[in-house]
């Protein structure tokens, strides 16, 4: 055979598998839909079995009367709808709100408390997902004033001693959180001080060029994990870095 007959056959055989390719494609399309990619996509998605139960919560402590909207479905670019929801409930005394048996699938939840209080989660009713104990609804978990934070940091006794104000935010499982919030407060410089904002970074990591001093951290992710802590940045402490663990929930 000559050579370009060899080439001539070798394109067709590439033109054939790219047909092939294609037609593989098309026909596996109507699986693979954005909204059965969402729990891929979206962050923070909770699976769970039918009927959990959400409790919201006021700076840790159990909110009455405040609104639970549930939302059918999000997907990869999702935005909170401006639709009327499936449903409204309402947390009892306890703060508890039970779902009622729902088809199987996506849903946005959103809490709401008069005046400006909201927080929000997502879930996916399968199977084979958990029956968690609770699934927390924080409406404290926004950016808090000093006075907030301030106020709840009194009633711990550990302080993170550190050489270097750098560290690690993860999940309770120990995954990295990228784009995790802290706020920074100096501890003794009064009520009404504005914090110092950070991010952190792709891998959970964090920096910020700090003199040495007492410092309160206000760290917070999508509204479902939060830590207060107490952190004292001296040249004389052994520990350089800070690993920090956001719990569901609000800091204990």
């Not at 004389?236 to 690993?243: D, F, I, R």
Request: glycine share 8%; charged share 20%; hydrophobic share 40%.
């Amino acid at each position: 055979m000559s050579a370009s007959a060899l080439n001539l056959e070798m394109c067709n055989q590439a033109k054939a598998a790219r047909v092939a390719l294609i037609a593989l494609t098309l026909w596996l399309a109507p699986t693979f839909t954005p909204s059965a990619l969402a729990a891929v996509r979206c962050l923070g998605v909770w699976k769970t079995r039918q009927t959990p139960q959400i409790k919201v919560d006021l700076y840790g402590r159990p909110f009455a009367g405040a609104l639970v909207e549930v939302y059918r479905g999000f997907g990869p670019h999702f935005e909170p709808p401006k639709t009327k929801p499936l449903l409204v409930l309402t947390s009892d005394a306890d703060g508890n709100v039970v779902l009622p048996r729902l088809p199987r699938g996506r849903y946005y939840i959103l809490g709401r408390a008069k005046p400006d209080r909201q927080d929000d989660l997502y879930l996916e009713i399968s199977l084979f997902g958990r029956k968690w104990p609770d699934l927390i609804l924080n409406l404290d978990a926004t950016p808090g004033s000093a006075e907030d934070v301030l106020a709840r940091v009194e009633n711990k006794t550990q302080v993170n001693l550190i050489s270097a104000f750098r560290g690690v935010v993860k999940d309770f499982e120990g995954t990295p959180l990228p784009n995790a919030n802290i706020d920074i407060f100096v501890k003794r410089l009064g009520m009404n001080q504005q914090s110092t904002h950070l991010q952190t970074g792709s891998t959970g990591e964090f920096s910020a060029d700090l003199p040495e001093g007492q410092y309160v951290l206000h760290i917070y992710w999508r509204g479902i994990w939060e830590s207060i802590m107490e952190v004292d940045v001296s040249k004389a402490a052994t520990s350089e870095t800070l690993q920090i663990r956001l719990h569901p929930g609000p800091s204990t």
